[in-house]
């Protein structure tokens, strides 16, 4: 069965700094992974996904995410966070179906 | 601007009403998918349709049920509301148009508390 872990609840850095949230996956064949996020009382939003290709994947607000499959991780970065990108952040990887990881809550302060 | 659209973003129920939680998509999406969010726990996979009468169980189907009698419409049902059914529920929908990668459309959200 595939699985997502996000090892962080949360992840705190200051506003310029560059910031990485970890995500570490297990599926069977070749992953499709996600990253979505999510302000207060808000729905989901879609920032970016691997499927094939380039390791290093350009998404929204400028968000990247790293493939790296001997690691079967997919950290997501950004190299200056804003204190606009305060969210919550949730990795996902598809199978057959959808499996999302547990969230981690980013607080970027000035 | 595609959307998914929730009609309830917050209601407050009392233990053993019915609840509907009503769910619409304009994008002609097969897919629908109800999830439940819980701090700490992520989303949880409900239930969720291929197609119009359709329905598949998620990972935690227990007093809950759905219906979809429209490819636009998924309802959520909680025949009995109970307090552990105070939650946040998320719609989303994505499409099954072949090449497609499934990515999800997440509704605002219903947060539901039972009293």
């Known amino acids: 069965a595939q699985s997502v872990a996000q090892p962080e609840d949360q992840v705190n850095v200051a506003e310029g700094n560059p910031l990485t949230v970890k995500c570490t996956y297990s599926?069977?064949?070749?992953?499709?992974l996600f990253w979505y996020v999510q302000y207060p009382n808000r729905g989901l939003q879609f920032l970016l996904k691997?499927?094939?290709?380039?390791?290093l994947v350009k998404g929204s607000y400028g968000f990247e995410a790293e493939f790296n499959k001997s690691q079967t991780s997919f950290h997501l970065k950004k190299p200056s966070a804003l204190v606009s990108d305060s969210a919550l952040y949730f990795c996902?990887?598809?199978?057959?179906?959808?499996?999302f990881g547990t969230g981690t809550r980013l607080q970027v302060t000035l | 601007d595609v959307k998914v659209t929730q009609s309830s973003r917050y209601l407050v129920k009392r233990t053993g009403e019915k609840v509907f939680l009503e769910c619409v998509q304009d994008?002609?999406?097969?897919?629908m998918f109800w999830y439940r969010q819980d701090p700490g726990l992520g989303l949880r996979l409900i239930y969720f349709s291929y197609d119009v009468k359709m329905k598949e169980k998620g990972d935690i189907p227990e007093g809950y049920s759905v219906s979809r009698e429209k490819k636009e419409r998924f309802s959520l049902i909680l025949e009995s509301a109970s307090t552990n059914q105070t939650s946040m529920y998320l719609c989303?929908?994505?499409?099954?148009?072949?090449?497609?990668?499934?990515?999800?459309?997440f509704g605002e959200g219903s947060r539901l508390t039972v009293l």
């Open positions: 994008m002609d999406h097969e897919n």
């Open positions: 599926v069977s064949g070749n992953p499709y």
């Open positions: 691997y499927i094939t290709g380039d390791n």
């Open positions: 989303a929908s994505s499409s099954q148009v072949r090449g497609n990668t499934g990515e999800l459309f």
């Open positions: 996902a990887v598809r199978d057959f179906l959808i499996t």
